[in-house]
């Protein structure tokens, strides 16, 4: 496995960084080796910047972190943006801006009047005036560093379709290209169909089930994904050893991505549970 050199990281945060590696074989990356978790930025590097922002990935290259995790969302004129949650209220100053328009769905939004948002002033000052990017800028930032993405298709059900949407924005900015989906691009949804989709439209792509399914569920998600990323309070030694025994979508030993990790305990624990790595 290629490494890269790891840029300072603030202090108390301990990291292994998996460089871009080559295709193998199957169609996918090679493994993080034993003991050595990769840690994936959830929503960019989320504790320097606003969540889900450009400056919250540049935040993450800057501590060496060269895999970021995201959240996508379709508004109201078909556009994908990056938000976690599926209104603006928490993250944004929509309430000043549209005072009208409660409950505040993305989904009710068009890209344009997303686009006039300020993301940035609720997490502190400095960061007035950030904008909520769209996918599009979101891929462009993340190849100027040489990132890799874990994308999160966020509430498939309300935006049906938005599958082939995607994987249409990432064909469009070259993220289907053999560099990128063999080391640099997972696909992930707490949503089984939307995750088989995924699959089925771009059977090449390593994807990734949210949650902690069990028994025949367990197994039914090895037919199309190549992860299980559960919630880091829900792991047992029982559960690891189970989905480890399951070969994926395309043929290797599923891999585990924990989530909800706390602040100083990510790294320590995911190699005491013998996971490939955590969302934190």
């Known amino acids: 496995m290629l490494r890269i050199p790891m840029r300072p990281a603030a202090a108390g945060l301990a990291f292994v960084a998996m460089a871009a590696v080559p295709l193998s074989a199957a169609g996918t990356a090679p493994r993080v080796g034993a003991g050595s978790p990769l840690v994936i930025a959830h929503r960019g590097a989320a504790r320097d910047a606003p969540e889900n922002t450009l400056s919250a990935v540049d935040a993450a290259y800057r501590?060496?972190?060269?895999?970021?995790?995201?959240?996508?969302?379709?508004t109201k004129d078909g556009r994908l943006v990056v938000l976690h949650d599926t209104t603006l209220r928490r993250t944004t100053d929509v309430e000043r801006m549209f005072p009208d328009r409660a409950p505040w769905r993305v989904r009710d939004?068009?890209?344009?009047?997303?686009?006039?948002?300020?993301?940035?002033?609720?997490?502190?000052p400095r960061f007035a005036g950030e904008r909520v990017p769209t996918l599009a800028a979101f891929l462009r930032r993340l190849d100027h560093?040489?990132?890799?993405?874990?994308?999160?298709?966020?509430?498939?059900?309300?935006?049906?379709?938005?599958?082939?949407?995607?994987?249409?924005?990432?064909?469009?900015?070259?993220?289907l290209d053999r560099a990128h989906i063999g080391s640099r691009?997972?696909?992930?949804?707490f949503c089984l169909p939307?995750?088989?989709?995924?699959?089925?439209?771009?059977p090449r792509m390593r994807t990734g089930v949210l949650g902690a399914p069990a028994g025949d569920r367990l197994a039914r998600c090895a037919r199309f994904a190549d992860q299980i990323n559960p919630r880091m309070s829900t792991l047992s030694s029982r559960w690891i050893k189970a989905v480890h025994r399951l070969r994926g979508a395309h043929g290797r030993p599923l891999e585990i991505y924990a989530w909800g990790v706390g602040k100083n305990t990510g790294v320590r624990l995911a190699r005491a549970f013998g996971i490939e790595g955590i969302i934190s």
Do not use: Y
């Open 194 to 202: 939307c995750v088989a989709r995924v699959h089925k439209l771009a």
């Open 109 to 124: 939004f068009t890209a344009a009047e997303i686009a006039r948002l300020d993301a940035g002033s609720w997490f502190g």
């Open 63 to 74: 501590r060496g972190l060269i895999w970021v995790e995201n959240d996508v969302q379709r």
């Open 185 to 189: 691009l997972v696909v992930q949804s």
């Open 145 to 175: 560093h040489g990132q890799g993405l874990l994308l999160e298709i966020k509430s498939p059900k309300s935006a049906p379709g938005i599958e082939a949407g995607v994987l249409g924005e990432l064909r469009r900015h070259g993220w």
